[in-house]
């Protein structure tokens, strides 16, 4: 069944406010649209854990740093809700942009310390953006629950940070990224990948692998990042902006393997940014 898009809040909390009345659980899966199946994995998630679910979208234009990135950025509204129409979700929230961001609009959300690094380092100001559209998302639809993919491991931590900092009320549920066959992270970003880049794509992912392996074995582990980032150019993209490993949830860096970790990159290939983690020990 086909859910109903709302496109104001005033129509999205006259909703949420019966669901509430009547005790219901209810869950978001915020989203920028293009969905895959990483997104309905999400919704698979949030329909087990709660009464009610609704999954936004919203390209936000704040945590964009690149204006080409925004202006590239897959649109698929239709397609979109014909992809969801299977998970009976309760409602599309589609906000009209003047409903997140009105006139004379002037607040920024910005977490500390585990939004400074890494993508943070290379995408001044995207944090904020997302900080901040996840607030409004968050009070706008009134959510117990929020579902989001570890494939984008540190906005994970930073919108798990904010909840909790701010008392949001919103729990926030990580879900376990999503992959190809050939390996590569689901993203809505490979649509922008050319069929050659969509080739050599899956060797980021691949490269990880292999460091970890030999991470979880004792190497050395400048050498092993060292030579994981020569294999990701060696196979054809154009620079790595980070392959590192971190600590789980607080994302400090790691220089010997001592707890859980996880190795996090960034990368181009043709024009298209790829992003990637997997968990290591
Ligand atoms: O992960 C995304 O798609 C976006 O960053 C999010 C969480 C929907 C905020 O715009």
Redesign the pocket.
Known sequence: MTAPIIRTKADLHALTLGWRRAGEVIGVV???GALHEGHLSLVAAAKVGCDRVIVTI?V?PK?FNDPKDLEDYPRTENEDARKLARFSVDAIYVPDPDQIYPDGFSSTVSVAGVADELEGEHRPGHFDG?AT??TKLFTQTMADKAY?GEK?YQ?LQVVTRLSADLDLGTEVVGCPTIREEDGLAMSSRNLLLSDRARIKAPALNAAMERAKERIEAGEDMTTVLGEAKAQVLAAGFNAVEYLELRAVGTLAAVTTLEGPARLLAAAQLAGVRLIDNIAVG
Do not use: G, I
Request: overall charge negative; hydrophobic content about 50%.
């Open positions: 915020p989203t920028m919203f936000n945590q997302v559209v996840v989001f984008d906005q």
